[in-house]
């Protein structure tokens, strides 16, 4: 039986074994990490710093290419850290930084073996209130190979089925076999349901509504946008041949959706491979129902009601990426062939302009829509395709229907 005396001797020899160890000097797996830290503390290598030095250490930021972070838990007072030329293969070691605040750390590798931990810590960062810019994210070497996978929802309710399919509006010719259980599930389809089936004549106000945001009249574009952006934005113009005074008045969204399309027109993707575009084809052979669940005009309701402030945000941003556009899009494809999920939910929770075009509110008046159809009496088989972002994290079409009680499974 331990007396007092033995029981604090116990204690302090504890503490001092504790103590003992936290002295060890960090070890780094990566010299670009190495060489960051001891550029912000006064070492000359890993086995100098001091243990006042990992504790109170607040700010790190470096232009160093860093791929791994191992090592840095050992700063535990740090609250800011910057790396944005790195590309971090596994995050995970930020979860052990109690005080940190704002992370940017440049680009995520998203291999099979590393997305969950890297993706699952930034969200769980974020959750927390942590100030983490968006990375940008690459693939190994390792890509997709065989059928697209896709997102794929099933839906059952009083003998009707649904599916639900995440589209790529604007793809490749390789986005194509899908995988067999896609196909299986739209053969079994009695009607097709669409955002907004683009093979129809686009109805008359649509061009109106058009004429109207080019015509704002209430603001000068140019002079509202910071200077080096409208200079760029003039100069894109210039380059496809549009006099930019016929944009001075125009919406920052219609503007964004203009610089879109000349950056898809010079891209490999098209609409003419887009997901939509494959299935509205096939079901007019089939001469199955088309459902939409959008107007042209509900959608750009959505981009007209966001605040100038963020149309403006948005499109600066835009400008500031043109440079990246088919590197992003080729990221995009490959999580939507890999079917990552992840990606899709990473991207809804991060991205603000997302979140500007009102993606939440779109979903829940889709999601009463096909809540409706689910209702009906019968025994129908819908197959619906809806971009992939609507199918991915909180508010989304499959969880809003799960809400409401339906059975909701999806088939990796």
């Not at 797996?29 to 504790?55: F, G, R, T």
């Not at 010719?173 to 896609?182: C, T």
Request: proline share 4%.
């Amino acid at each position: 039986m331990l007396t007092i005396r033995s029981s604090f001797y116990c204690i302090s020899l504890l503490l001092l074994l504790i103590s003992g160890c936290s002295d060890e000097p960090p070890v780094f797996e990566d010299a670009a990490l190495e060489k960051a830290v001891l550029e912000n503390v006064p070492a000359e290598n890993p086995e100098n710093i001091s243990q006042e030095s990992m504790n109170s250490l607040t700010v790190l930021s470096s232009e160093y290419p860093v791929t791994s972070l191992n090592g840095i838990e050992s700063f535990s007072a740090l609250e800011k850290l910057h790396l944005p030329e790195a590309e971090i293969e596994n995050a995970s070691a930020l979860l052990e930084l109690e005080h940190i605040n704002e992370i940017n750390i440049g680009s995520v590798m998203l291999d099979q073996a590393q997305q969950d931990s890297s993706i699952e810590v930034l969200l769980e960062l974020k959750n927390k209130g942590v100030n983490t810019a968006v990375p940008s994210f690459h693939y190994s070497d390792n890509l997709h190979e065989g059928p697209s996978e896709g997102i794929l929802y099933e839906i059952t309710h009083d003998g009707n089925t649904m599916y639900l399919f995440g589209s790529i509006h604007a793809g490749t010719e390789d986005f194509y076999p899908l995988r067999s259980k896609v196909e299986n599930a739209y053969k079994e389809a009695d009607q097709l349901a669409v955002e907004y089936d683009i093979t129809v004549e686009e109805p008359p106000e649509l061009e109106e509504a058009w004429m109207e945001s080019l015509y704002d009249g209430e603001f000068s574009l140019y002079e509202e946008m910071e200077e080096d952006s409208a200079k760029e934005l003039k100069n894109l113009l210039s380059r496809n041949h549009i006099d930019s005074s016929v944009l001075a008045n125009a919406d920052p969204w219609l503007v964004s959706l203009i610089i879109s399309d000349l950056a898809l027109e010079k891209s490999s993707f098209t609409p003419e491979y887009g997901v939509d575009l494959y299935f509205l084809e096939k079901s007019h052979t089939r001469n199955l129902s088309v459902i939409s669940l959008e107007t042209p005009s509900d959608q750009l309701r959505y981009m007209d009601e966001q605040p100038f402030d963020e149309q403006l945000t948005d499109l600066e941003k835009q400008i500031e990426t043109l440079d990246t556009y088919e590197e992003d899009l080729n990221i995009l494809s490959e999580a939507w062939k890999k079917g990552d999920i992840d990606f899709f939910r990473f991207l809804r929770t991060f991205d603000e302009q997302t979140e500007h075009l009102g993606m939440d509110e779109r979903d829940e008046m889709m999601a009463e829509k096909l809540a409706n159809l689910l209702n009906e009496n019968g025994s129908f088989t819908t197959f619906v395709v809806v971009g992939s972002l609507h199918l991915a994290g909180e508010n989304s079409i499959p969880s809003l229907l799960e809400e409401e009680g339906f059975k909701v499974q999806r088939h990796d």
